[in-house]
């Protein structure tokens, strides 16, 4: 959930624009085209400014502030290669001047090169210390690139020149949070909020930030704060809270807080793909897959609407509609399995396991440590009768997840109905270790005991059977199944 945002903040601060008085050798007609080009920046008519600065430059090449201002106008019209080159002249003219080396740094930061970013900012705070604009770009350069010790001594020296710098104090919670250090973060994100009320960003870290912690009171407190900022704000701020009410099985909360998210931001591709996720899960399937085809129609490159939707289809076997979606994310997803093992199981469903194994494989020679691909490869050649193989996929899957106690039963029946006992106690032994409770493995090991033969190994069988009962109730088939078994094992006694 934490993000490190550019674009928003970057330039509420970080260009500064140079309004001095004309040196008294300009020319006249230079000095009415500076105060007249000042004077259009400071109405935002920066068309007409640029026009004028262009003209101040024509006359006097050497014109600092006017080059100055004109790169900080062209970064603002996102003309970077030109604004580059203004700030590269300034640097002829006067080698040590640290505002053309932060904006070139800026630059660099919007067009992602952070690795010269920080570079450039390195430079223009070795030349000026004291620029507080300097240290805090340095400091994004570096948080993008993950360097969180060296952005958070970027951002603390900021503020040590400018304690208020609130946009410094935002990232530098944002860092706190991504490295856990929540305490802090929290103390910096209530700092930035005492300086500046209206700085909703602040509201929506804070509401994540308590969300992080599951402290859900806290955290909707600051997320309700939040939504009554700007769009992009309050639509996350929104969407977030949903996601509380969500996680609480609160859905006609959480679906009225997806809709406000939406309707701050239509195109808010989470919003609307957890929207249609909410439907499936409340039955409501047909408003599901519109709002999950509404949700590829924002970004049809993103999967997770793609697999959601498909899994729809899965789910109502509707697999001529299932089948293209998974073949399009084997497409997007080249480096994924995951669009194989789908359409594996797809075919398993129907009934054609040659074609279901041959797209498990296809999984697994992609991405060979799929764990559901090999699952599901086991579980098709066990079906198959091929146990061997299946055995060794299964022992792949443990290998994989240890913690597999589905893949640990099968595997103990495969060995069990291979009369290796031994090898079957202890697959079903671990899968109860994982989960006491499994009633599965269970019963598949008081079967072991019971096909051992020996008294004591009759006694432990006794046991497990009088469990299960105890745990499934006599409605259930395993209660049934438990039931006669624990009379042949009684009748085995008495032999």
Not at 220 to 249: D, K
Not at 357 to 375: G, L, Q, R, V
Not at 424 to 444: G, S, V
């Amino acid at each position: 959930m934490q993000k490190i945002k550019f674009a928003i903040f970057i330039f509420i601060f970080a260009i500064s624009f140079i309004f001095i008085s004309p040196n008294l050798s300009m020319a006249k007609s230079v000095k009415e085209l500076v105060d007249e080009a000042d004077n259009l920046l400071l109405a935002g008519e920066h068309s007409q400014a640029m026009s004028l600065y262009r003209q101040v430059i024509k006359t006097d090449p050497e014109n600092i502030s006017a080059r100055n201002n004109l790169g900080n106008l062209l970064i603002l019209s996102d003309k970077l290669s030109e604004a580059i080159k203004q700030y590269q002249k300034i640097i002829e003219i006067n080698p040590k001047y640290a505002n053309a080396y932060i904006n070139i740094g800026i630059i660099m930061i919007r067009k992602g090169d952070l690795k010269t970013a920080e570079e450039v900012l390195t430079l223009a705070v070795q030349l000026d210390v004291g620029n507080s604009i300097g240290h805090y770009n340095l400091g994004l350069a570096t948080m993008g690139q993950l360097k969180f010790t060296e952005s958070i001594k970027s951002f603390k020296f900021c503020l040590t020149i400018n304690p208020e710098y609130t946009d410094a104090l935002y990232n530098l919670g944002q860092i706190y949070s991504n490295i856990n250090q929540l305490d802090k973060a929290e103390e910096t994100l209530k700092k930035l909020l005492h300086i500046d009320k209206n700085y909703y960003a602040g509201y929506l870290e804070l509401g994540l930030l308590y969300l992080k912690q599951r402290k859900f009171k806290k955290s909707l407190e600051y997320l309700n704060l939040a939504g009554r900022g700007p769009r992009e704000i309050s639509s996350r701020a929104h969407y977030n809270a949903a996601m509380v009410f969500f996680g609480n099985n609160k859905f006609k909360k959480a679906e009225e807080l997806l809709k406000k998210s939406l309707n701050r931001d239509p195109y808010f591709y989470d919003a609307m793909n957890d929207l249609g996720f909410l439907y499936s899960k409340t039955d409501r399937l047909d408003e599901a897959e519109e709002k999950y085809i509404e949700a590829i129609k924002i970004d049809e490159k993103k999967s997770l609407a793609n697999y959601n939707l498909a899994d729809l289809y899965m789910n109502q076997k509707k697999y001529e509609k299932a089948i293209p979606l998974y073949n399009y994310l084997s497409k997007i997803l080249q480096t994924s399995g995951e669009p194989y093992n789908r359409l594996g199981k797809v075919y398993e469903e129907q009934k054609n396991l040659n074609k279901a194994m041959a797209y498990y494989n296809k999984a697994i020679d992609i991405e060979p440590e799929n764990i559901d691909a090999h699952f599901n490869l086991a579980k098709v050649l066990d079906k198959g009768a091929r146990y061997k193989l299946a055995a060794q996929e299964y022992e792949i899957t443990v290998k994989l997840d240890p913690q597999h106690k589905l893949a640990l039963n099968n595997l103990g029946m495969i060995y069990m109905n291979s009369l290796q006992l031994v090898k079957a106690q202890e697959a079903f032994e671990r899968a109860l270790k994982i989960d006491p409770k499994f009633t599965f493995a269970m019963f598949n090991l008081g079967i072991v005991y019971y096909n051992k033969k020996t008294k004591d190994d009759n006694k432990k069988a006794e046991v497990i059977f009088k469990k299960i009962m105890v745990l499934t109730g006599k409605k259930s088939e395993l209660y049934n199944h438990a039931a006669k078994a624990l009379k042949q094992v009684h009748a085995a006694g008495r032999k």
